[in-house]
């Protein structure tokens, strides 16, 4: 009987993952002009709602009741006799704005979904559902040319890759742990670009479409070595990297023209130019991070990442872009008055703050676009339970209105929740 409930949860598991993927696959999650560039923007999406209110840290991370993707090394953590899930709803509000003008939007969306457990007590296990990046933008300009008068150009794109991951952790001895994590990552991406002439009815207009289907497996890897101290006191520090890898890719290209337009139905005349299905593959960079955390235990910890990742080799198709290698720093920690408290359940709330930085892989105009933010988070206890409800929110700014650029203004919120249960208990009497 037990055995059948046992699969029934998995089974359960399994079908909640497969409508996640089709919801992400349906859903375009954010309106930035600068996921035009490489694979789009790219998530945190390494980052748990916990971490995220704490800067994003995670290298050094590990907890008995907490899944921590960012360093697969973290799974040994996991307590011996539980199942841990975690998933978390994220939502942005934006807004994006230039020397002359501001407009802003808000979306929401899945932001993941993580399983963890243990298979020995030396060997811990973790699966889910997260996004790997996302695009989605709608541009337009216009240029005075001779001859033509106004052009408009209007550039538009939607999608984004997301990873279904599977990942494993070895506690070598009880400070060493290692892990690694392979990621399925699946999903398509759409670009378009139409160029009109607003002033004449005597030129065709043209619209091109191309779009990019990814579907591999890339790999990372961890390490965390953990010093014990006296009065619960320890210090970890962790490291997680992974190589570049080819993703393989199918590429499909459309340009049309066509006359008129109404309520966003245009009429096409002539296929320009097309092909389906052209097989190639993107250039994924390696990267590398580290990082520490020192707690004491169930009342409070302190942690630094930094983290490096070489864009200058991406390509898609051979060809590359205008990216630079990307650098991350993040700091934060969290504190609990008193975790055990029965009289004040403010006391048993864990209060979460951080700070980030990075130099992004975007090289525009000869400025390298950076990104700050600030975030702080509450964890709230379920009464009775080891399960808590994360809340997390970072304000923060991308990008910069120097040289005619953009910037953005963003608000991004976080709701997750954690629950633990207690699945490997052998019962004292049958």
Known sequence: MKLIKTAGRLLAIAILITACAELYAQ???????????????????????????MGGIQF???????????????????????????????????????????????????GYLSFGFPITRWWKSSFGLMPYSNVGYNVAEDRTVDQFGRVRYISDGSGGFNQVYWGNAIQLTKNL????????????????????????????STRTDKSITASDFVFNYGLQYTFF????????????????????????????????????????KDTISHYKGEKGDIVLPRHIGGGFVIKKKDKWLIGGDVSWQNWEEYSSYGSTDSLSNRMSFALGGQF?????????YLERVTYRFGIRYTNSYLDIRGNQLSEFGISFGLGLPVWKSKSTFNIGCEIGRWGTTADELIQENFVKFTLGISIYENWFIKPKYH
Request: proline share 3%; no cysteine; glycine share 10%.
């Open 27 to 53: 859903t375009t999650r954010i309106n930035s002009p600068y996921t035009l560039f490489g694979i789009g923007n790219l998530n945190n999406n390494n980052v748990n709602a916990r971490s995220m209110a």
């Open 60 to 110: 050094g991370y590990r907890s008995s009741g907490m899944i921590n993707v960012g360093n697969p090394a973290s799974y040994t953590g996991i307590d011996t006799l539980s199942f841990i899930f975690e998933g978390a709803m994220v939502g942005n509000m934006v807004t994006i704005k230039s020397i002359e003008n501001s407009e802003s939007s808000n979306s929401a969306t899945l």
């Open 229 to 268: 101290f006296k009065n619960n006191l320890d210090l970890t520090f962790g490291t997680a990297f992974g190589n570049a890898t080819n993703l393989s890719t199918e590429r499909d290209y459309l340009a049309r023209s066509f006359f008129g337009e109404a309520n966003d139905i245009r009429f096409y």
């Open 177 to 204: 742990s290692v892990g690694v994590n392979a990621a399925y990552v699946f999903g398509s991406i759409d670009h378009g670009i139409s160029v009109t002439f607003p002033d004449s009815s005597y030129y065709f």
């Open 336 to 344: 609990t008055p008193d975790k055990f408290s029965i009289f004040s």
